[in-house]
């Protein structure tokens, strides 16, 4: 069973462990840290039996939502992880009262490409040369909510002190 729940300390090191294995230039723990505090930002851990799998984050600004971070251990892969992550971060997104919530993505990331797909987001465009290390074209993917849509597509565990 995935259990979508807010970062927390207690997630920071396998974190900042899995964004070094996942992008060419992650986040430290401290920029992680830091975001634990951000009343902009909503960052998301899934477990798994227990066991760290992934986390997501996102910020949201002016009715807007824009994930960044997006990244899961290669042990849970394709056990339906980085779904729930993306549908959390959607939920707490229309929480937020957000029209939408919009990522980039590798254009070689075939995987997530498909993920997001399947999620209903559409894609938006192309910003050439957005990455490095390698340099590489994104695509943008949109996920725009309707009035009245239901908020309930994830559970999101919060703790107490989360609004």
């Known amino acids: 069973m995935i259990r979508v729940v807010p ?14 294995r996942c992008f060419s230039e992650p986040w430290s723990r401290a920029a992680l840290e830091e975001e634990l505090s951000n009343p902009q930002a909503v960052f998301l ?3 798994c039996g227990g066991a760290f799998a ?3 984050g996102m910020f949201t600004a002016a ?4 994930a960044g971070n997006v990244a899961v251990e290669e042990s849970f892969r394709r056990r339906g992880v980085g779904a729930a992550l993306v549908r959390g971060l959607a939920a707490a997104a229309r929480s937020r009262g957000c ?5 980039e993505v590798r254009v070689s990331n075939t995987a997530a490409r498909a993920l997001y797909e399947s999620l209903g987001f559409r894609d938006m465009g192309r910003r050439p040369h957005f990455y490095r290390a ?3 074209d994104a695509e943008i993917y949109t996920l725009e909510f309707q009035t009245g849509e239901s908020e309930s597509i994830s559970p999101i565990c919060r703790s107490p002190n989360q609004t």
Not at 63 to 66: I, K, L, Q, R, V
Not at 99 to 103: G, K
């Open 54 to 56: 992934g986390y997501a």
């Open 45 to 47: 851990a899934a477990e």
């Open 99 to 103: 029209a939408f919530l919009s990522l």
């Open 7 to 20: 970062l927390a300390a207690r997630h920071l090191d396998a974190a900042a462990a899995l964004e070094r």
């Open 63 to 66: 009715g807007e939502a824009y």
């Open 134 to 136: 390698p340099a590489e």
